[in-house]
């Protein structure tokens, strides 16, 4: 028989116990299955090819309310953290895809109108400052705040129960200063 003793540290007691909001319709055709709490994703590409921007649209998604104001948006209505190490993510690009994306919504008939309307531009405003509230951003400019930030990662989340999405672009941003500093010297066969 195996008396074995399992023992779990306090962060993993937290996050067993706390429900965190789902993002499980992040993107139905890139995740058909879904996404489920503990799912690892890389995004790969050339320099160029759009992955910063695919990351914006995916944040936009994640921190947009499900409904607000009795408006269907079709949000995920959930916390994100990006620990921005290439600073190519803009959170003015994010804005911009909100507020586009809030405009092809239209509100519901009411009794005065006879045709649905587009929100107004305080309305959006609104929706954007509340999503917004949901998003932290952890800025790194060197190989040790990027240390750093992953091991303050437990204590952010552990007081936030909203973030249901962690983002790093890149991890590979300071992937020269750890070889410099290591002295391991590599040649790169493609």
Known sequence: MDYGCKAESGLQLLARLSSRP?????????????????????????????????????????????????????????????????????????????????????????????????LDSSTIEKIIKTALANLIVLNCYDRVQLL???????????????ISLIVVDSLSAFNWQDIVISGIHKMDFT
Request: proline share 2%; glycine share 10%.
């Open 148 to 162: 750093v930030t992953f091991h303050s990662l437990d204590n952010i989340l552990s007081s936030n129960k909203n």
């Open 22 to 118: 789902d993002i499980h319709g992040l993107d139905e055709k890139l995740f058909s299955g879904g996404l489920h709490f503990g799912d690892v994703v890389e995004i790969t590409g050339d320099i160029g090819s759009g992955k910063t921007l695919l990351i914006t649209q995916l944040l936009a998604k994640c921190l947009l309310p499900k409904s607000m104001f009795e408006i269907d948006i079709g949000g995920l209505g959930a916390g994100a953290i990006i620990i921005n190490s290439d600073h190519h993510f803009q959170l003015l690009k994010l804005v911009s895809i909100m507020e586009s994306t809030l405009l092809k919504i239209r509100k519901p008939k009411s009794n005065n109108s006879e045709e649905n309307q587009q």
